[in-house]
Structure formats: C-alpha cells, structure tokens
C-alpha cells in the first residue's frame, strides 16, 4: 500500500503559475490564450448540454424545438470558431516564432 502523500508537499505553484512568475510578455499572452480557448471550450460544452436539454425536454413543441436547434447550431458554430482561433494562432506563432504557441 502506497502511503499517501503529505498535504504540505503539494503546492499549487506547481500547476499553476501566477501572474508574477512570467519570464517575458510573451509566456503571459501564451497563458492568457490557453486559459481563454479552455474556457471557451467550457462554454461550449455547457451550451450543447443546455441544447441537448431543452431538445429533450420539448415534447413536441415547435417553436421548443426550434429554439433548441438555434441553440445547438450556436454552440457548434462557437466551437468551429474556436478550433480557427487555435489554428490561426498556432500558424502565427510558428510563423513568428519557428514553432508553435501550444506545444
């Protein structure tokens, strides 16, 4: 049986870096955007739940229906965008830099 590890080794440093710790502005921008297109990712993922639910829980309704479809198609579009924006970015950064922002 593996002992479990003491509480004061872990340390949230470790996983998250504040804002003080940023060697140039171009680690902040790094981390500014992963921390934007995983919320965004949250965002969407939480809009295709809520489609999902308002699709199931129409019952027939047209006009539920229809909202529920507008808010499925809204989500994916939001999804097709932020799957550019990771691309573009990437293909910046690799333009200007020689390699790309989120290896």
Do not use: C, Q
Request: a positive charge; charged letters at 15%.
């Amino acid at each position: 049986m593996h002992p479990l590890p003491r509480v004061d080794s872990f340390s949230i440093r470790d996983y998250f870096s504040p804002a003080g710790n940023f060697a140039n502005v171009g680690d902040l921008l790094t981390s500014i955007i992963s921390f934007a297109i995983a919320a965004a990712g949250l965002v969407f993922f939480a809009m295709f739940v809520w489609g999902g639910i308002r699709y199931s829980m129409a019952r027939g309704d047209d006009k539920a229906v229809m909202e529920a479809k507008r808010t499925l198609t809204n989500a994916i579009v939001g999804l097709l965008i932020i799957v550019a924006a990771f691309i573009i970015i990437n293909l910046v950064s690799f333009a200007t830099r020689g390699s790309a922002i989120f290896s």
